[in-house]
């Protein structure tokens, strides 16, 4: 072995032994290390959510434990708030109602907005024009929109149904305690179709092509390639759209504001209402108990979320 080969040799062994102990302190230590710049980057943004969220949640929490109604002095009380929460039915047909508008509407918003889904991707003229079209609702405000179909359910449609009299219409459907949920779940869907059909847009486009090439050739009809090859194929879509949809119509507020005003009576009152109103009633200590209930509920619908996400990230 000449001087040049030798050399060579000694060089890798020394590389090899430099890997060798980098490794091996990589090994040590379980996982890089983290520069000090990243804790800085954070330090703002954990600064501003401690004192922005987390303190007042847990003076929210700590105020729930007494008769606080707002103002004055308080006395410690330990759980009979919580208690009386238990027992209240006003808080109980506020959960009942919101669950099930919560259930009907994630309904109506996926199944809408998966059709129009499909239909924006198909083979059609006009797609990225009608895209921009029905994305218009997610733009406008909440409370603006509850307050123009307010007007259209109150008086456009009773005065339609006079014209034409057709019996049924002349009635605001608004002033009809079984039927004035129907009216939040219309407009509530209105307003979230768009944001769900941009997720299953995104989710029908990265499907390949080749493989609904492949089913025409086996001579697929329409209905078999959306059942076999679409839906299965989208499912991780479907699920995220479902939890993510639920999740914000349990807060569902400002809508219902906006047409009902929680009526009639107290039939439509959601249980963000009925928080916000106490706060403004002198039940400021109950319904933080309440609030404090409702909030490990969506906790654990969060961690029902990841689950489902990261279940299906790794099947992916």
């Known amino acids: 072995m000449g001087p040049a080969t030798a050399a060579t040799g000694t060089l890798l062994g020394k590389a090899g032994g430099q890997n060798d102990h980098l490794a091996g302190s990589h090994t040590r ?6 520069d000090r ?6 330090l703002p943004s954990l600064i501003l959510f401690t004192l922005a969220i987390t303190v007042p949640a847990l003076v929210g929490i700590f105020y729930s434990f007494t008769n606080f109604i707002g103002f004055g002095d308080w006395q410690l009380v330990g759980i009979t708030n919580y208690i009386a929460v238990f027992s209240d039915p006003l808080i109980l047909s506020s959960y009942l109602f919101t669950f099930g508008f919560a259930v009907v509407t994630v309904f109506v918003v996926n199944a809408i907005a ?7 991707t198909s083979r059609i003229r006009m797609k990225a024009a009608l895209r921009a079209v029905f994305v218009i609702p997610m733009v406008i405000s909440a409370i603006v929109i ?3 179909f ?5 008086n456009s449609l009773p005065a339609l149904g006079a014209a034409t009299g057709i019996g049924w219409m002349q009635e605001s459907i608004l002033a ?3 039927l004035a949920w129907v009216a939040i779940v219309i407009v509530t869907a209105w307003q979230s179709i768009p944001g769900a059909l941009l997720i299953y847009i995104a989710g029908l486009l990265s499907i390949p092509g080749e493989v609904y090439e492949a089913a025409d050739i086996d001579g697929a009809s329409a209905w078999t390639r959306l059942r ?6 989208v499912a991780g879509y479907v699920i995220i759209n479902i939890i993510l949809g639920f999740k914000g119509y349990l807060n569902a507020y400002d809508v219902i504001v906006g047409l009902t005003q929680g009526g009639p009576g107290t039939a439509t009152r959601s249980i963000a209402m009925t928080i916000f109103t106490g706060f403004t009633g002198g039940d400021y200590a109950y319904q933080m108990a309440n609030a404090t209930l409702f909030f490990i509920i969506t906790v654990l619908i969060s961690i029902i979320q990841l689950r489902i ?3 299906k990230a790794a099947l992916s």
């Open 114 to 120: 998966f059709l129009l889904a499909v239909a924006l």
């Open 228 to 233: 076999s090859i679409t839906l299965p194929l």
């Open 150 to 154: 307010k007007y259209l359910f109150a």
């Open 309 to 311: 996400t990261r279940g």
């Open 176 to 178: 009809n305690e079984n």
């Open 37 to 42: 710049i990243y804790y800085l980057f954070l």
């Open 29 to 34: 230590r379980g996982k890089p290390k983290i």
């Open 146 to 148: 509850a307050y123009v």
